[in-house]
């Protein structure tokens, strides 16, 4: 495999930040690691797609040329210096507005966003009251503040297997419930992502994923087909996306988590940024995955 690099996309979430310090006050990139995405990004672009929202990445990822959240549902796009913004045409009826810095856009009708999001506030209101040892965590739409996905987070607790065995049924019967009492036209496009091995649940208001949102981000960068791209990610929701990247490589952040992934490469955590400054180093010429000296 041989290939020149014109953009690096990645996840957030125990991919630039380690699971460990995901849910603690230490929730950033670690600063060494945040230095070599800075420097690449004065050089080509780095992009973030996430299953988190805006508000919870903005002030994390301030090199990023396009942060695309909740799985490409929204996306921010940075105006350059030349006043001339990356791609956002979009297609009627979605939104799309301009910000100090940033053009945004929505990839879903706004209706299917306020009526889902009445179903969210209901299945939240009973998982807190039911599970109070479990972390509900909502994702909001930058635009009205609507809930477009929850995370029911479990890694806390020492016994995952437990949990998933035994707590994740539960959720997943409340989550069913409150959909099917609601009378949304489009309760029909909630779609719950569950993993085999990570100790939480994702319900979002559509089932728009990162393999969809990584085309979307090439378009917005005027990337064409000669153009590489580079994706990082962690878990089985960044499949999608490693399956139509040029060079997927996934990282390995928790010593609980043992998994396969459809990624070209694997690297631990603490190879990541020795790597990054190897293929900065090499103007993105990437031929192998050398050994990497830490």
Not at 43 to 58: G, M, Q
Not at 172 to 179: A, E, F, M, N, P
Not at 234 to 262: C, M, P, V, Y
């Amino acid at each position: 495999m041989i290939l020149n690099i014109s953009a690096i996309i990645s996840d957030y979430d125990g991919t630039l930040c380690p699971m460990h310090s995901v849910r603690t006050s230490e929730n950033k990139i670690p600063a060494d690691l945040y230095q070599t995405l800075l420097s690449i990004s004065n050089k080509i672009p780095v992009c973030i797609l996430s299953s988190k929202d805006y508000f919870f990445l903005k002030d994390k990822v301030d090199f990023a040329s396009i942060i695309s959240c909740v799985n490409g549902i929204e996306n921010f796009i940075r105006i350059k210096e030349n006043n001339n913004p990356l791609s956002t045409e979009m297609e009627e009826g979605r939104s799309t507005q301009t910000l100090n810095n940033f053009n945004y856009n929505c990839v879903l009708d706004k209706k299917q966003i306020t009526e889902n999001s009445l179903v969210f506030n209901n299945i939240v209101k009973e998982i807190k009251n039911t599970f109070r040892d479990l972390l509900v965590e909502e994702k909001h739409c930058y635009a009205k503040g609507e809930i477009l996905g929850i995370t029911v987070d479990y890694r806390n607790q020492l016994k995952w297997d437990i949990y998933k065995e035994n707590i994740e049924p539960k959720i997943l019967r409340i989550v069913q419930k409150h959909t099917e009492l609601s009378s949304s036209p489009y309760k029909s496009k909630i779609f719950v992502q569950t993993y085999d091995h990570h100790p939480f649940v994702d319900i979002y208001t559509s089932d728009h994923n990162k393999g969809q949102a990584l085309f979307k981000i090439k378009e917005m960068l005027n990337l064409d087909s000669g153009d590489k791209v580079l994706y990082l990610g962690d878990s089985e929701n960044d499949n999608t996306a490693f399956r139509n990247t040029d060079l997927g490589i996934s990282i390995h952040s928790s010593e609980k988590l043992n998994i396969k992934l459809a990624s070209h490469y694997t690297l631990e955590f603490n190879e990541l940024r020795p790597f990054l400054n190897d293929l900065e180093n090499k103007d993105f010429y990437f031929s192998r995955m050398n050994d990497i000296v830490i």
